[in-house]
């Protein structure tokens, strides 16, 4: 057919008028559903306004082909499955708790809570959880960072009414993690200085005991309960405090190094400092927790040392 007859038979022909303005009823998508041996479903979709030429999708359990007037395309489930992680990078998984309503229910308003959970139930919730956490992070390499999170009602800001643990994956640490990272860097004992220690300055703490301390959450759009493992605060503080100590040791033995004095003052400084450091852990360590200037002022023991330390350091300063 030529150029010219193709426009004759689109303006003057039935292929060339609105398909919304035809005098026939031919449908512009059609949908049958068909019923195979062995419980076989399988749904056919027909569309008449589609790109030029005919262009054909049957997908199955396994893959799809994908074919036009010309070629064949076979794609399988395996092979979308090795792309997905290079078009995202995240991802968001939900943990069920074992019961939905309390034992012995008879309204639907007896929701179950983690407090009515067993210790073993609670055991198990956090390790597949952690389990969970660290499957997110061996099967995806993309991801930079995952948030986990509890929630239950809506008055928290629950979806649903259920007890859940949320597991949401990024491919970024975000503008808020970047810069807690730079905190605990500067301060590695932040964490108990802006939390344990600021809630049993204000009386948040409501719960201790060798292993954890709970408290009331603050700085929070909802109401929260936090719990600190004490161990790990204890293993952090003690880094934390050997840190300090080794930084000063390091500057005094430097500083005496370039002293013109043959008196070792520098060096007796760390003494003091380092009673200070002991006595501000035992301090700690009896649940006098509070803001570290307020312990400093409010222990006498530890002004005394600070006196100390500042007339050994005075007089290394005045005989260099």
Known sequence: MTEDALNKSLKTGPYGKCAYLCDNNVMDTQIVNMAFENDILVSMVASA????GRRIRIMGTKGYLEGDEETIRTTLVEEKLKMANAFFGGGHELIIARHHFVEGATHNNQLASSGTMTPEEHYQYFRFTIDALRDIYLSNRYVR????????????GASFDHLHKQLVAIDERGVSNDME???????????????????AHRNLVFAENDHAIAFAGFGHRFPTLEVYSINYLRMILAVSVAGVLISYCVWAFETSAESTSSWPLYELSIVPMLMALMRYLLVLEEGGGSAPEEVF?????LLFLGFCWLVVYGLAVYVS
């Open 297 to 301: 002022t409010s222990d006498r023991l």
């Open 145 to 156: 960072y995952v948030a986990v999170f509890q929630n239950w009602l809506q008055p928290a």
């Open 49 to 52: 306004f589609t790109p030029i």
């Open 181 to 199: 990272i730079r905190l605990v860097r500067a301060n590695p004992n932040i964490y108990n200085e802006e939390a344990v220690n600021y809630a």
